[in-house]
């Protein structure tokens, strides 16, 4: 199994002065309300939720196959499998499921919900279907290939030999939720195996279901009685507050028990003050900026350099995310496998303006730059804006909510945008694959990476991450991921700026949450109110 170089930070506490105590209401006790931006949410079907919040909320209402273990993502633990053996061929996966686990009708979770499962991922090939369509997995083939067996075991033959731990931490996505296959089919119409209604409605075996989502507003979540995982607090509502003073302010009157998007001067009101607790952890999330290559001047190399050069990366840490982000600068954030901890890119205009010189862009250009309108993009936004401007780049923002953007540049259609992007699985193929393979550059290929969205292809590190992840020997997979980030420092059209550090706030009488390393590794069934 691969080791980490640089292990993630557990849930810490965050020292916190003391501010007058308000009159406060009080959520009910057997009711959790959490505040959160979730206006990324698409869908809550496992098999096609692609965006931080659906996968969370995917995470605590479908469980896998398998999962890293929260304490130590290094380590994967079985969730419905009670263990798993792989043939000496590395080609076959022999799953044996743990008994216990059943749906929110009550039916027992079984071989063939997990094969429908999986089958469902490829025939769907929604956007995180590529993560197990990735493995050779076609509408044609996937069928024969991963099957029930009357044991109650699921068998998974690969078309191709791939690294173990590979395939597992794919596994472990939150695309590899199990759904019971009954209830979706009874649920299907025109052959979409139940995907328009398990958009808004649910058939796990997570702690929880889904009552109902509307888009924009609420998620609401109800314990799952049949779970073998019983959570603390029977109900849990998810409201969409995008501003984090509405978020304080409603954790103060006691409105909501959970703020999770506080930026740095609403965590500075409340240092100290008793009544909140506020716990971070570093995740496994990278805030970047892609630069599309149908843009002429983003095109050319030196551009590129330039824009990397000019950005103050401290400064933006220090003045506007000093609690919630730390600076990063390769695909690879903090706590994977191979991750690079160096930080080589600083503001240096007068290094900026001569690689735009060469380019042939003396006097600079004009560009649009895509954001998320929420905190704290927007201000990230405007202080690279100015950024640019010093070397001479006119750089019009354009904000819009979450699911805007993401739809926009999945489309191509931006020139420059600032993102964030979060690991699909704890393995660095996931991100390697993400921001370096494109070996189809047309508008309908097989796979859409950010490399792709980007307009980006790079022979060289296309070929080194199918390399990579057939590479059997961990130390050789390592090392071939730390060089790939250095030629994609030096090559790539993305500048990475930060590696997130989220933080949750809760009030009081409200304990047991903790932010998990990747979205749907963080568990709600822990949350607790004393009062």
């Known amino acids: 199994m691969l080791r980490r170089r640089t292990l993630l930070a557990g849930a810490t506490a965050i020292a916190v002065a003391p501010i007058p105590r308000q009159a406060r209401a009080a959520t009910p006790k057997d009711v959790a309300v959490m505040a959160k931006q979730i206006d990324d949410i698409i869908s809550l079907d496992p098999q096609e939720s692609f965006e931080f919040s659906g996968n969370e909320i995917g995470g605590n209402v479908y469980q896998r196959l398998v999962r890293p273990n929260t304490a130590n993502p290094d380590q994967l633990v079985g969730e419905l499998a009670q263990k798993w053996e792989v043939s000496p061929d590395g080609l076959t996966f022999t799953f044996t499921l743990r008994p216990g686990a059943s749906f929110s009708s009550g039916a027992p979770v079984t071989a063939e919900d997990v094969a429908f499962s999986l089958h469902r991922a490829v025939i769907l090939n929604k956007a995180p279907g590529f993560i197990i369509t990735q493995f050779g997995y076609t509408k044609d083939n996937v069928e024969k290939l991963i099957r029930a067996t009357p044991e109650n075991t699921v068998v998974m033959t690969l078309p191709d030999l791939q690294a173990p731990s590979f395939v597992l931490y794919c596994l472990s996505a939150n695309v590899g939720g199990v759904v019971e296959k009954k209830v979706a089919l009874a649920n299907a119409r025109d052959g979409d195996v139940g995907n328009a209604w398990l958009k808004t409605n649910s058939a796990g075996s ?71 607790n506020a716990v971070a952890s570093i995740k496994a999330s990278s805030m970047y900026l892609a630069m599309n290559q149908t843009h002429p001047a983003l095109a050319k190399p030196q551009v590129r350099q330039a824009i990397k050069w000019a950005i103050d990366y401290a400064g933006i840490q220090k003045n506007i995310v000093p609690n919630t982000w730390v600076v990063g600068q390769a695909f690879l954030p903090k706590g994977l496998p191979a991750a690079l901890a160096d930080t080589p890119f600083h503001k240096d205009v007068a290094r900026a303006r001569s690689l735009l010189n060469e380019a042939g862009h003396p006097n600079g250009f004009e560009v649009t730059l895509d954001h998320l309108s929420s905190p704290p993009f927007a201000d990230i936004a405007q202080a690279v804006q100015a950024n640019l401007g010093e070397i001479g780049i006119k750089a019009t923002l354009l904000a819009g909510e979450q699911k805007q953007v993401i739809t926009k540049t999945r489309g191509r259609q931006h020139q420059l945008a600032l993102l964030i992007w979060g690991s699909d699985y704890f393995d660095p193929n996931s991100n390697a694959q993400t921001f370096c393979y494109n070996a189809d550059n047309a508008d309908s290929p097989k796979l859409k990476t950010v490399a792709w969205r980007s307009s980006w292809q790079d022979a ?59 979205s749907d590794l963080t568990d709600y069934d822990k949350i607790k109110k004393s009062a």
């Open 206 to 276: 997570g702690p929880y279901m889904i009552r109902s989502w509307k888009a924009s507003e609420a998620v609401s979540l109800e314990a799952n009685p049949h779970s073998n995982v019983k959570p603390q607090t029977p109900r849990l509502i998810i409201r969409q507050i995008a501003d984090p003073s509405a978020q304080l302010l409603s954790l103060q009157k006691g409105d909501i028990d959970i703020a999770r998007n506080l930026e740095t001067e609403q965590l500075k009101a409340i240092a100290g003050n008793p009544d909140f």
């Open 460 to 518: 060289e590190l296309t070929k080194m991450v199918e390399l990579a992840v057939k590479e059997l020997d961990s130390e050789k997979r390592i090392g071939i991921y730390e060089q790939m980030q250095k030629l994609h420092r030096e090559r790539a059209p993305f500048a990475f700026l930060l590696a997130q550090q989220e933080v949750a706030t809760m009030g009081r009488g409200v304990s047991g949450f903790k932010v998990g390393p990747m």
